[in-house]
Structure formats: C-alpha cells, structure tokens
C-alpha cells in the first residue's frame, strides 16, 4: 500500500502560467522550495475531484534537463489527489503534438507538458510545465487563471512520495493507493500513435516514392537534439525510406547538445550551410519540443513561416485528409504576413486574423471554422491536433512536392507569381530586462496612439511609407465572444 503525504507549503506569486504554460530558469525550480510540487498541484486541482478516479492524463516532455524529476513529481502527486490513470512516453519523451494526439485518441481528460519549447535548456537553461485540455489544445484563459489563482493561495499539497515508476519499461504498472482504488501508470511507445495519425493523414505511399524511389529526392533533416528526433528516425528513415544519414542530431538531449533549439537562420546555421552545398533538395529543422519548423529548399532557399503555410493552403489538395474534410477556413497570427490572406482571396476561403497563441486556432477548431493556420514564428498547423505540428508541416511539403514534382524554389517563385509576394522579416530580441522592455512598450504606445502619429511619413531608401493604421489589436472571438488586446501594431 503506497502511503499519501500532506506537505505544508507556502504559495508563489508568480506561477501565471502563459499560453505555452509556466517557463522559468531551471534554477527556479530547483533553488526553491517545492516549487515544482506547488504548480502542479495546482494543475492537478482544477480537475474536478469526482472526475479524478475516471480520469486519465497524458504525460510527456522534451527531454530536458529537469524533465525525468518532475515526471517523477507528476506521478507521486497525481497520484496522492486520485487521479486513476497516467499515460507516460517512454522514458518521458513525447513532444507538444504527440501528446496532443494521444489525449485526443484515447479521451484523457488532459495533459503535462514539460517543456520550455525552443528555449534553451540543460542545468543553466530554461523548463516549463504546461497543461493541455481534453481538446488536445493548451488550456485557455479561463483554466490557466484557475490554476494561478490557487498556486497564490496554496498551502499544502499532496504526494506519495515513496511512489516510483520506471518510465523506461513499455507496460503498465498498478499502484495500490491508500484512500484511493488502484492507480495505473501506463508507458507507451512515444512515437507509434503519432505515426498512425500521420498516415491516416498523408499519402505515405507517394511520399516512399519521393524519398526513396527510383527519382528520389534527397533530404536533410535536423532535430536539433529535441524530441523530434525518434520521430524522424522511425517516421521518416524506417517507414518511408530515407537514408539513415539525411536525419541529424536525432537523439534528444538535456541541453540539446549546447545549442539553442529554436529553428531559424541564427540557430540552425549548420543545417543552412549543409543546405548552401547543393547536395541536397530539401531541408528541415525542429525545435525541442516539435512543435515549429523550418523549410528550406536547394543551395539553403528560405522559406519564410508566412510564406510556408500560404503555399500549403494554395496546394492543399496535395493532402488526402483534406480531400476528405475539405476546408473549414483558413487562420493567422496578426503579426504574420498577409500571404495567406492573398490565398484566402483567391481561393474563396474564410479567413481569420488571430492574437498570438494557439489557443485562439484550437477555439476555430472546436467549432469547425478553421482547417489550417500559422504563425510568423515558425509554427504552423491543421485541425487534425490542436497543437502547431512541425513534422506534420514538413510531410505537409513534401506532399506538395510530391504532387507537383518541382523544386521548393520554383514552387515557392510560381506561388509568388500567382498570388503576389510579401515581404517579412522578424526581429527577435533575447534575455532583455523586462522592466526595460515594457517601459520601450509604453513609450511605443504614447508616441503611436497619439492622433498626429496617423498619417505620417517615414523614408527607407527611395521607398516612403505613410502610417495608414496606428492601435492595439483586438480581437473578439467569432465563438466564445471573449476579447484580447494589448499587441501594437502599425500599418502602413
């Protein structure tokens, strides 16, 4: 009979979780006392308690530093509150989408997960605990208020802290819990339920044929160390094909061999200067968590992420799930370009212009509104999960490819041609002083929000551009009604 324990705590003040759930340093949860225990207590409070015996969570991580410790932490308190059943990715791997997958395949009431996405990692890096709802999306407003509302006011938290699993071992494991019925731990293959979806998807026979017939292309695929790469190796090399050597930094790592796991032009440069060679065709990189991607074609051609689920959208048919769904609707993130608009147009497709968060696609989703969706940060998706799906984008273009037996450069140059071009850039900026960020904010905003701001002129070159639109985008959401503001933004 495994013992409950009732710890007596003191509640954080900041434990507000944001749409990708809590990220902080690795030694914030470490330094300070049962912090990680506080936090996912107070996830595992708002599942109502005559639901908890029933219910089952999904739980899995990117790999890094600090992931096994709260995996572990997860068990024992989930545990001790009656929680029934856990699903865990062997040795705790599962990235964003597959865990999205698998809640959505086997009705869990939700999951953890623990990630701090393309943010650095190992011992001086960053971690993250994000929970997502029975959807397969990341917990709205309403939820992720819940939980910081009581991690403010927490005092104890419960454990059975004698309870340990061995998430290498696929198979379940049954606890005896005091209070409690038996308590199932169940660790399952990371990869296999994510492979069925994907070929109930895609036409994996043409895509064997593409990456492994007799004209096959050749590609370079790079996970970056994060979790994507057991999932290229038995998806992409196994099933389909693929030399064993076109998929790089495949085996996840604490602190994803040292680099910074964000795929870019800045943090994939490796994979940018292989891809300037010439040897090969098309090219891929994955951030730690799976979620976002980067395409890029012959002698490194860019494909920027506005500009990726655009072509997608005009070459959608290349897609057999939706050949049989049809489209919905189509949706971006209003920081990104207008290209998926111009798609939209042409093609007679609704379009909706979201806040950042994809939560706001996952609402359109659930009401049966939107098919597919991006964002200018390198994610992009459909309505067949309820997270942006990276590995699903890159089979997405090879597809397209496929289809269309042309170069991503000529495809991409054939769609500009078409649909009109728009230009996008995106500047990041790293470890800044937050103090300092918001005070540029609020001064942005006085100078922008002042009337004599609209209308006036600023010069590039021999380009001048005039400020047609100067405010803080709102939305209303077409299906709850609720409203989000607070991103600036400027139209010219």
Known sequence: MVKISTVKTKPYTDQKPGTSGLRKRVTVFQQNQHYAENFIQSIISVIEPAERQAATVVVGGDGRFFMKDAIQLIVQIAAANGIGNLVIGQNGIMSTPAVSCVIRK???????ILTASHNPGGPNGDFGIKYNIASGGPAPEGITNKIFEISKSLQEYHICPELKVDLSKIGKQTFEVESFKPFTVEIVDSVEAYAEMLRGIFDF??????LSGASHINVRLDAMHGVVGPYVKKIVCEELGSPANSAVNCVPQEDFGGHHPDPNLTYAADLVSTMKGGE???GAAFDGDGDRNMVLGKH??????????AVIAANITSIPYFQKTGVKGLARSMPTSGALDNVAKALQMQLYETPTGWKFFGNLMDAGKLSLCGEESFGTGSDHIREKDGLWAVLAWLSILATRKQSVEDIMKDHWQKFGRNFFTRYDYEEVDSDAANKMIKDLETTMFDPSFKGKKFSSGDKTYEVAIADNF???????????????RSLQ
């Not at 490194?300 to 689920?309: A, E, K, Q, T």
């Not at 939305?475 to 503001?485: A, E, F, L, N, W």
Request: no cysteine; aromatic share 12%.
């Open 474 to 488: 709102a939305y209303t959401d077409p299906v709850d009604g609720s409203v989000s503001k607070n991103q600036v």
């Open 205 to 210: 026979a043409a895509l064997k044929e593409l």
């Open 280 to 282: 090969y065709d098309f």
């Open 300 to 309: 490194g051609f860019f494909v920027n992420p506005s500009d990726s689920v």
């Open 106 to 112: 086997i009705k869990a009431v939700g999951g953890i």
